[in-house]
């Protein structure tokens, strides 16, 4: 019997979610099995997706929010596909579940790992490493807004998209991205904005970001103009160590490195609510991919590694890092999926994690 048991509902919804959530339970599992006892996981799986949306004309249960506040931590998979409009299986699912269980922030680590090359020649020769953290309840997701005066007739209708911007919001994001800044070596926040043209809400970030800063005198700070960073990205990787931005300049950017990285496919995601009044939500960045789907080509790098994230927030770091420098390894001995520049198959990949999981236990 294990000393802890994690509840985990599994959500895997669509297309390659479902190969990739597989493959980090797995490895989850295996590192629980590694614990000798010290915790272990309950899984509970989910049907809900775009298949139950097209029985149920819903794309999750109508009491599924409720169901999953009893869980641990929920693991996702990716939501889309093209029997359902992308605005309705997003918000319908993913954030359904981040913006009722209030998952405001969200971490974004950008990895680049050995063995896997990158477009970008700065990680050539010098060790990058950076997090998003995105601002994940308000901001241009807020879904405020709506669309009027279609009875004008066709080329008439208006559509209003809201971002809001709160004091609240904003402050709690960045003092969540100086508190990681002081964790690092680097300990340094850049602010993303856009306040020259958004006079608003981007100068309230700006303002609250300059109070903020003032209660941690030990780190260092800037402020950067989205375009101007997106640049950054690709010419300074190097001066980068906590990136804080709102809900979409946060996704952009984080997709951004991830490519920077060598693919959305090993990129790793953690929806989390901080004050743990929810459970808090793990997934790999990438979607649903239906041109792949089903083949077993999928890389599971970023499900794995949103696990390795999941572990962290259970406070086993240790077992955390060990699955992380799995993932390390397995990419080093030049195990790639496709889509890294390799042939392995999802499987492959995952069974060389796991090999390296139980290789460096032995030799611990």
Known sequence: MAQQTFTIAAIPADGVGKEVVAAGRRVLDISAAQSEGKFGFEWTEF??????????????AADGLETL?????IYFGAVGWQNVPDHISLWGLRLNITQNFDQWA?????????GVVSPLRAADDRELDWVVVRENSEGE?????????????PGNEVALQTALFTEKGCE??????FDLARTRRVKKVSSVTKSNAQQYGMVLWDEVFQRV???????????????AMSAKFVLHPEDLSVVVASNLNADILSDLGSA??????????ANLNPERRFPSMFEPVHGSAPDIAGQGISNPIGAIASAALMLEHFGLHEEARRVEVAIETATGRGVLTRDIGGTASTDDLTEAVIAALTSALTHA
């Not at 506040?69 to 931590?73: E, L, P, V």
């Not at 709690?172 to 991205?177: D, E, N, P, S, V």
């Not at 780190?219 to 375009?227: P, Q, R």
């Not at 920077?260 to 995601?269: E, F, I, K, P, Y």
């Open 47 to 60: 049907p809900w997706g775009c298949e139950y949306y097209e029985q149920t004309g819903r794309m999750m």
């Open 69 to 73: 506040r009893s869980f641990d931590a």
């Open 106 to 114: 969200n971490v974004r680590p950008v990895k680049f790992l050995p």
């Open 141 to 153: 997701y807020a879904g405020l807004g709506g669309r009027n005066l279609s009875g004008r007739g």
């Open 172 to 177: 709690r994001i960045m003092r969540f991205a």
């Open 213 to 227: 800063a003032l209660d941690y005198p030990d780190v260092a700070t800037e402020s950067v103009l989205v375009d």
């Open 260 to 269: 920077l990285a060598g693919s959305l496919g090993v990129a790793a995601s």
